[in-house]
């Protein structure tokens, strides 16, 4: 007699090494497929979308590629997950945390296939973690005392970031353009006060960094071109009321001079609304809905500068920036906050006309113009200065500094291997293989460069075994470098998060013994 089946029809369940099975070649699969993108010499994906339009992407960030796929696969969900939260949290290393933890699961792999418990895999790799977050914390450079070796540690950790980005060919004025940004912020993380503006045509190169605020829109017809000491009012109203807008409803008038009154209703009704407005006693007022011709009249005579249809991106950030609020109501102006600026010009970029208001209240606000060639490369350049600005508003946080090119990964391996040396039974294959994990990063860094990986990876671990090395891949040579004369640095919050995230996720897939795959739900016939 068979066994009564607990699970519906068509739900299927795969247990034990099956599923282990099916854990392991996901994750691993997704690893493979970002691992060419790390280093600076790693390549660019093309991603086209199945939507409409079948948009396409062209960016080697981590997450972005990630994002971007559909996949079945539970485990390589995990790893998608631990990407798109290390771009949350610290904006870069998403490759590296993925491929990490891609190569744990792989080593993990040969243990269990040795007959190793994942519980003693884990373990293992648990203390191999604690020890390599040790063994760089013991490594850190910390400069938050001087401000001149800080702020040349920020443009190394510039360069380096950018190094692996589309970036790479300008990175000197990206990095600087990076870091004049971030200093400005002056510790604060939020980099909402830093506008990115993209506009087609000239190259990367023409991209600068302008203090204050520039807002995407043209300035009216016939109203002030230039504004000094600008009181702004940000408004979110709407300012077409000139229209009889009661929906539905018929007007039967007799004659012609009815109508005329009607309209002469609508435009008191406006007028009243705009002499609102200007009680506040503003010179400038930005709305994020449409503004009639009427009231457009209206401001230009009282000499008002008035902006219709700001976005909203755009709104808010200029509420923010000129320390105002969006009002919506203009019945009491004592309660409502202007927003302040020195100047509020036009300018030119290219062929589009933009409005900048500069000496803002917010002194950390500036905006970046990014010029260049398409909007797939305007894109990845925003994306990759996202990354740069995100790591060097961590940085100014959190002032650790680490060297980079595989440095970090040699120091990490080789105190990961002395623990288990001294560790007895069957964790010490564990932690063994976490310190191979951690060498695999730059071996795919000089892979993705071309380079014979095995031999510079051999020469690195012998130069490691020396006191206070600095060893690490010199890519654009093709040897081993030292990274402090090469000034390649990196964020310690940054490699911490790829450590312990990578570890983490590796350890939930680990766990794993049995896969659930719930029946889809059968659609119901509608007549």
């Not at 009282?302 to 249809?309: C, G, N």
């Not at 006309?353 to 894109?379: N, P, W, Y």
């Not at 889809?520 to 509608?526: G, N, Q, T």
Request: proline content about 2%; aromatic content about 4%; overall charge negative.
């Amino acid at each position: 007699m068979a066994i009564e089946k607990i699970l519906k029809d068509d739900a299927s369940e795969e247990k034990g090494e099956r599923a282990r099975m099916a854990s392991f070649v996901g994750a691993i699969a997704i690893t493979d497929l970002v691992k060419t993108t790390l280093g600076p010499k790693g390549m660019d994906k093309i991603l086209q979308s199945t939507g409409r339009g079948h948009e396409v992407t062209v960016t080697n960030d981590g997450a972005t590629i990630l994002k971007s796929l559909h996949i079945d696969n539970p485990a390589a969900k995990v790893l998608i997950d631990i990407s798109k939260v290390q771009d949350d949290e610290v904006g870069d290393g998403t490759t590296s945390v993925v491929v990490l933890a891609g190569e744990l699961l792989r080593e993990a792999e040969k243990l269990v296939a040795a007959k190793i418990h994942p519980m003693t895999i884990i373990s293992g790799y648990r203390m191999a973690s604690e020890c390599a977050r040790n063994a760089l914390l013991q490594r850190v450079v910390d400069n938050k005392e001087n401000a001149e070796k800080f702020k040349s540690d920020l443009m190394k950790i510039a360069r380096t970031t950018l190094s692996s980005k589309i970036l790479s060919q300008d990175k000197e004025h990206f990095a600087q353009l990076a870091v004049d940004a971030v200093m400005r912020l002056k510790g604060s993380t939020n980099l909402e006060a830093i506008q990115i503006i993209k506009k087609p045509g000239g190259s990367l190169k023409d991209s600068f960094l302008d203090e204050g605020f520039i807002l995407d829109k043209k300035i009216g017809l016939g109203q002030p071109k230039r504004i000094e000491n600008a009181k702004i009012l940000v408004a979110n109203t709407a300012m077409d009321t000139d229209k009889v807008k009661i929906y539905g409803a018929r007007v039967r008038v007799d004659s012609m001079s009815k109508v005329a009154e009607i309209e002469g209703a609508e435009k008191e009704k406006m007028r009243e609304k705009v002499k609102k407005i200007m009680a506040h006693g503003i010179n400038c007022f930005v709305n994020r809905q449409l503004i009639y011709n009427f009231p457009e009249e209206l401001f230009a005579d009282a000499s008002i500068l008035a902006i219709e249809h700001a976005d909203f991106d755009g709104i808010e950030r200029l509420a923010l920036v000129t320390g105002g609020e969006i009002a919506s109501t203009f019945d009491n102006p004592e309660s409502v906050k202007l927003g302040h600026c020195k100047l509020i010009e036009e300018i030119m970029i290219g062929e589009d006309k933009l409005i900048h208001f500069s000496g803002v209240e917010m002194g950390q606000a500036c905006t970046v113009v990014l010029r260049g060639a398409s909007h797939h490369v305007l894109d990845e350049a925003e994306r990759s200065l996202h990354d740069a600005l995100c790591v060097l508003s961590q940085t100014v946080n959190d002032t650790r500094v680490l060297l980079g090119g595989g440095w970090p990964e040699m120091v990490m391996a080789k105190e990961v291997d002395e623990l288990a040396r001294k560790t007895p039974g069957k964790k010490s294959h564990a932690i063994e293989a976490f310190s191979r994990a951690l060498v695999a990063i730059p071996t795919i860094i000089a892979d993705n460069a071309g380079l014979d990986s095995a031999d510079l990876v051999a020469q690195l671990r012998a130069e490691h075994h020396k006191e206070g090395c600095n060893a690490g891949i010199d890519v654009i040579s093709g040897s081993v470098g030292d990274m402090a004369e090469l000034g390649i640095a990196e964020s310690f919050k940054v490699k911490q998060a790829v450590l312990l995230s990578a570890t983490e996720a590796a350890e939930m897939i680990l766990r794993v013994d049995e896969i659930i795959t719930c029946a889809p739900r059968k659609r119901e016939d509608r007549m």
